[in-house]
Nanobody
């Protein structure tokens, strides 16, 4: 069972930057797909970005050009570097993991991820 722990959230001004981290505790994490989702107040949780252990990252439209998903397999860690943050980015950001390399058609689907962290709050002020 993979255990995931997010950190790095906080309060930042518009156009500011934050770097989120997700550390996976399972020793078999090297084969996992890891992803970031977020849930804003009053809205459904949505896909942000994902990385397999190989290949390029996947991004939702909301993340393109501003967010970068970086995976360090030696540390079992997935980072989300967020730039030019906007108030609409205010949300709880969740890390998720699946025990295989997901396909491009499913990598952004919440239901295929059985492992979730507790989330970290990101608040972007006006």
């Amino acid at each position: 069972q993979a255990e995931l722990a997010e950190s790095g959230g906080g309060v930042v001004e518009t156009e500011g930057s934050l770097r989120l981290s997700c550390v996976a505790s399972s020793r078999i994490i090297s084969g996992y797909t890891m992803a970031w989702f977020r849930q804003a107040p009053g809205k459904e949780r949505e896909f942000v970005a994902a990385r397999r252990t190989w290949g390029s990252p996947f991004y939702a439209n909301l993340a393109e050009g501003r967010f970068t998903a970086i995976r360090d397999t030696t540390k079992s860690t997935l980072y989300l570097q967020m730039e030019r943050l906007k108030p609409d980015d205010t949300a709880v950001y969740y890390c998720a993991a699946a025990s295989s390399s997901l396909t491009a058609s499913t990598i952004g689907t919440q239901s295929v991820y059985p492992y979730w962290g507790q989330g970290t709050q990101v608040t972007v002020g006006e």
